[in-house]
């Protein structure tokens, strides 16, 4: 089915669960070896500016959404209403990001338009990625949704230790960590990506909103 045939309604979805955080992010101390597997129990919080979009044509990532609404790919549509319904998802399957010299200045590009360079400093180690997945959608030559985050751990006003996950900015063509897929390099996905979501102009705030 063509993305010219695909008839849906853009929902803003409200949702008492979903927090919003405003404030600073800063690495804390706590035992790595103990959030490694994939499945991590924080409660999920929005940075602000998250559904906010940027378009950045030297590192070959976009985020932003097609001017057309009815051009949205369904499976773009689907991840996002589905984090907006039950933004614990993100918990499930959540990967630590591994930041190396040789994607770190790509990476801190792209970061670098969500968080001060203070900030990204200081959490650098603690980037995490989940995949969500719209199991009613079939996805053709294009990785899944992703989210990325920074995980911490906070003490409570009752001195209890809390883990947050805090979305930072959503991957909807998985451009910023891309992969291999089948016989191609991911080098080639990226391009071949970009080139078509490289011209699209509208930011993801336009269509959705989570308050």
């Not at 589905?82 to 993100?90: G, T």
């Not at 994607?103 to 801190?108: E, F, P, Q, T």
């Amino acid at each position: 089915m063509s993305a010219h045939n695909i008839k849906f309604e853009i929902k803003n979805i409200v949702n008492p669960s979903v927090k919003v955080f405003n404030g600073g992010l800063f690495h804390n101390s706590y035992n790595k070896q103990n959030i490694r597997v994939s499945n991590v129990d924080a409660e999920i919080r929005f940075r602000d500016s998250s559904f906010s979009s940027i378009n950045l044509p030297e590192s070959k990532f976009s985020n932003m959404l097609p001017d057309d609404k009815l051009m949205i790919a369904p499976n773009v549509k689907g991840a996002i209403e589905k984090l907006l319904s039950h933004p614990e998802l993100v918990n499930r399957d959540s990967k630590e990001i591994f930041i190396t010299d040789k994607n770190r200045d790509r990476l801190k590009k792209i970061i670098s338009c969500y968080l001060p360079d203070e900030e990204y400093c200081s959490v650098e180690e603690d980037f995490r990625k989940s995949d969500i997945i719209d199991n009613d959608v079939v996805l053709v030559g294009r990785g899944s949704f992703r989210v990325i985050t920074v995980y911490s751990v906070e003490i409570d006003e009752y001195k209890v230790p809390k883990q947050y996950l805090t979305i930072i900015l959503l991957d909807p063509y998985h451009l910023f960590i891309p992969s291999n897929h089948r016989d191609k390099s991911k080098v080639k996905i990226v391009e071949e990506t970009y080139s078509e979501v490289g011209k699209f102009g509208s930011h993801i705030s336009k269509y959705f909103s989570f308050n």
